[in-house]
């Protein structure tokens, strides 16, 4: 079969010709490399990242290297990033920072680039010098986002940055000033750059992804509906992010191509969930559009903080539920203890939950963001993905067979 999207070129040995004459090209000498994200659109595209050792002219470094191959051809974005041949294909390579969608992220990377910002926007009291400042990368989907936080070391005060897309930037900010207008606890929008970083506050409280393994019940489901029942009507006329069920097969697509084995399970699957959600209708309700246990902040039993809000627009509630639902059953490599404290989350949250959605719906979606989740295994290299994705897809067949028996 033709690797019209670049795949098999990408995720074998073969890429080793391409990545050193890449890097000779910028420089350096290309000494080890090893795959550290693989996001494919099969069919369509596949972006790889690297992680690789370079000898450069002032001594050896590890750099994180990308490759990105599309069937149609270049983007109009590949053309700032270096493009070799391989045959009669054409692929684009960066060297990070250099990621050529995220304009911002070659400033937001580096203390000195990130200390001019600052300055520039007053984030901190008084100017700050790089050395200054502290920065972590919280998390980065190559030619798509990445998040920062930039801690001032003599205060303590810190600030997220958020590397954005050009033609997302705009609709985020509004997002956040909707939101923030109506009462929500979302950060204050501190600086928007001309290259797209948009520099957050930091909230109080404690994330609920970890609040969720201490003894007491980090909050209530009470509280978690209240969160999405302040959303304001105006939500609505934003654009409309398409429920996790509309790109299922697309998901399960992806998670078959790098577990054939699963193929028949997820086909299965993905035919249970259509069927089973084949009358319900689009919804016209204010929602978050993927919310999860690492999008609030808790304090003393109460939701005090509500993030990326970027995907917040028109909906229905049960696909925020289900999105939750599907985010606790699919947390990895927990001890017994931690097990046991989100298993009594879950059976103390979804029943409230029914009473407010159709139960069976609420499983079905669940099981479907499951489903999406089941692709991150994979895609981030995790050395036992295998064992995860099969665990994953189990747990969406579990809450099938809950309703379908």
């Avoid at 999406?372 to 895609?379: D, K, Q, V």
Wanted: net charge negative; charged share 25%; hydrophobic share 40%.
């Amino acid at each position: 079969m033709e690797d019209v999207d670049g795949f098999s070129l990408l995720t074998s040995a073969r890429v080793e010709p391409l990545l050193a004459t890449a890097v000779s090209h910028a420089g350096g000498q290309l000494a080890s490399w090893q795959a550290d994200q693989i996001d494919r659109d099969p069919g369509r595209s596949t972006v790889v990242t690297y992680q690789a050792v370079v000898d450069w002219s002032y001594g050896r470094r590890e750099e994180v290297l990308g490759v990105s191959c599309r069937a149609d051809g270049l983007s109009e974005a590949d053309a700032v990033a270096d493009v070799f041949a391989d045959g009669d294909r054409q692929v684009a390579f960066w060297l990070y920072p250099q990621d050529p969608d995220l304009p911002g992220l070659a400033r937001a990377a580096y203390p000195e680039s990130m200390a001019e910002v600052c300055n520039l926007h007053r984030i901190f009291p008084g100017d700050v010098r790089p050395e200054q400042l502290l920065l972590k990368m919280i998390g980065y989907r190559p030619r798509r986002r990445a998040v920062l936080k930039v801690t001032h070391r003599d205060t303590g005060e810190a600030v997220y940055v958020k590397v954005l897309r050009a033609k997302y930037a705009a609709e985020i900010v509004r997002r956040h000033q909707l939101l923030s207008d109506a009462g929500l606890p979302v950060a204050e929008v501190k600086a928007v750059t001309p290259d797209h970083l948009l520099i957050l506050s930091e909230l109080t409280g404690r994330p609920l992804a970890e609040a969720i393994f201490a003894a007491q019940p980090p909050c209530s489901a009470a509280e978690l509906l209240d969160v999405l029942d302040k959303l304001p009507p105006a939500v609505c006329e934003l654009p409309r992010r398409p429920p996790w069920t509309d790109s299922l097969p697309h998901y399960a697509a992806i998670v078959q191509e790098s577990m054939p084995a699963l193929g028949a399970r997820l086909n299965g699957l993905v035919s249970d969930i259509q069927s089973g959600l084949a009358d319900t209708e689009i919804g016209f309700e204010p929602s978050h559009g993927d919310f999860h246990e690492g999008q609030l902040q808790v304090r003393d039993g109460h939701i005090v903080g509500l993030l990326d809000v970027d995907t917040v627009g028109p909906g229905r509630r049960v696909d925020d539920l289900a999105c939750l639902v599907a985010h606790l059953s699919t947390i990895q490599h927990m001890n017994q203890v931690q097990t046991e404290r989100v298993h009594r989350l879950i059976r103390e949250w979804v029943p409230v939950f029914d009473t407010q959605v159709d139960p069976g719906e609420l499983r079905l979606r669940a099981a479907a963001v499951i489903i999406s989740l089941a692709t991150g295994p994979f895609r981030n290299q995790e050395a036992d993905w295998q064992r995860e994705t099969t665990l994953m897809v189990g747990s969406a067949a579990a809450l099938v067979r809950q309703i379908l028996g």
